[in-house]
Nanobody, 114 residues
Framework: QVQLVESGGGLVQPGGSLRLSCAAS????????MRWYRQAPGKERELVAH????????TYADSVKGRFTISRDNAKRMLYLQMNSLKPADTAVYYC???????WGQGTLVTVSS
């Protein structure tokens, strides 16, 4: 079955960086567009970044544009989110997901605080 396992979250100071990873299994990863979402405390889940199946196209939420970079390694079945210049407003649980299928992993918590 579809499995998505996110990792790499943690506590970081404002201005710091983190790299999130998502290990995917149970579906043809190289043919699937993928996304990162996040859900902050008390808020709805929001789309953060999208990447096409070949990795050549990506889009970002305005709130993270220029600071976050989504990437993938199809050979390793891995999705990544490089997060730089982190802000307290980036504090959330981050999830990866296929763009076309609503199956969620357990998420990884990112806390940005001094």
């Amino acid at each position: 079955q579809v499995q998505l396992v996110e990792s790499g979250g943690g506590l970081v100071q404002p201005g710091g960086s983190l790299r999130l990873s998502c290990a995917a299994s149970g579906f043809p990863f190289s043919g699937a567009a993928m996304r990162w979402y996040r859900q902050a405390p008390g808020k709805e889940r929001e789309l953060v970044a999208h990447i096409g199946s070949d990795g050549d196209s990506s889009t970002y939420a305005d709130s993270v544009k220029g600071r976050f970079t989504i990437s993938r390694d199809n050979a390793k079945r891995m999705l990544y989110l490089q997060m730089n210049s982190l802000k307290p407003a980036d504090t959330a649980v981050y999830y990866c997901r296929r763009a076309a299928v609503e199956v969620w992993g357990q998420g990884t918590l990112v806390t940005v605080s001094s």
